[in-house]
């Protein structure tokens, strides 16, 4: 199979037989074999009814129906681990996204040899309040991942070699940074394309503010994450360590200075234990050795939960 559509979608049934019938009439037209992906999370309009109704026509369509609403990251990576074709590509289902662009997408994925081509909406039709901690949150994304070349890490439409979706985890709102998790996978073969951004045609978007802070502490556990994923004894070590020598310098200065003052029978101005650096001592060796011991025991815990990607499934067609 030459390609797989993942669309996750939430409420959008007005919009789904649009969707639908645009991409058929793309890979028709460019000859594709392909398959579309549709993955309900946990709609409540309709969605999965009308989803049901297409895929009883067209034999490409496929569906998904969580039992709940999960995110969008859950979504992808259901839908990831349901892929056939040799390339994956996303794309929302709220139609600002443009199916035009998956031949042109295709092609550079086979003949560039590329894991991953992140779309970049160059014109946006967004509000400022969303366009400008969007600007925020990709400088601090490429600062951060040193993927310098990407102006967008949220577009969701992307395409993806076959392999990378296969051998990458989405979890929590991770979808955000999929090409940072996939450069920490070892596909470092990523570009970008500008890509049409479309007004929203139905409905209205499902993401809030509270995306922005999200946003931000996925950045922080991503970046953690990968660096010290497999290494965690590098991080909480090396900070035990600092602050464990901070904390023993300061003591054996307070310590040395008592002695001094004994050997030279000079008068000690006040006793150690009154000294407010003794007690940023004790605290400094105190935690030191928590995090010292905090590195031996994420040595011995795996960081990934057995369950921490089972979803609940209620229909697939």
């Given at each position: ?14 919009s789904l037989p649009e969707l639908t019938n ?201 970046f953690f994450v990968g660096k010290f994923g ?88």
């Open positions: 199979m030459d390609i797989s559509v993942v669309v996750p979608l939430f409420n959008e049934a007005e645009w991409i058929r009439t793309v890979m028709q037209k460019h000859q594709f074999s392909y398959e579309i992906i549709l993955v309900d999370d946990g709609s409540n309009d309709g969605s999965w009814e009308i989803l049901t109704q297409l895929q009883s026509v067209h034999s490409n369509i496929r569906g998904i129906k969580f039992r709940r609403n999960y995110g969008k990251s859950a979504a992808l990576n259901v839908g990831f681990a349901a892929v056939k074709g040799d390339v994956v590509i996303t794309m929302d289902a709220d139609l600002q996204d443009s199916p035009d662009e998956i031949p042109e997408l295709y092609r550079r994925i086979k003949e560039e040899k590329l894991d991953l081509i992140s779309g970049w909406k160059k014109k946006r039709y967004d509000p400022l309040t969303k366009t400008i901690p969007t600007k925020f949150f990709n400088a601090a994304t490429r600062s951060m991942s040193g993927i310098y070349n990407l102006h967008d890490f949220n577009c969701g439409l992307k395409a993806y070699r076959k392999d990378v979706v296969k051998n990458i985890e989405v979890y929590g709102e991770m979808h955000r940074y999929i090409p940072v998790i996939a450069k920490w996978a070892g596909f470092n073969k990523i570009e970008e394309q500008v890509v049409e951004h479309r007004a929203r045609k139905y409905g209205t978007t499902k993401f809030g503010f509270s995306r922005f802070i999200n946003g931000f502490l996925d950045l922080l556990s991503i497999k290494r965690p004894m590098h991080f909480f070590g090396t900070m035990g360590v600092l602050s464990f020598l901070v904390g023993t310098i300061m003591a054996l200065y307070i310590i040395g200075e008592k002695l001094y003052h004994i050997a030279v029978h000079s008068h000690y101005p006040r006793e150690v234990t009154d000294q407010p650096l003794f007690y940023i001592a004790l605290v400094a060796v105190v935690v030191g050795s928590q995090l010292f011991l905090t590195g031996f025991v994420a040595e011995l815990v795996s960081r990934s939960s057995s369950n921490r990607n089972n979803y609940q499934i209620e229909e697939e067609i």
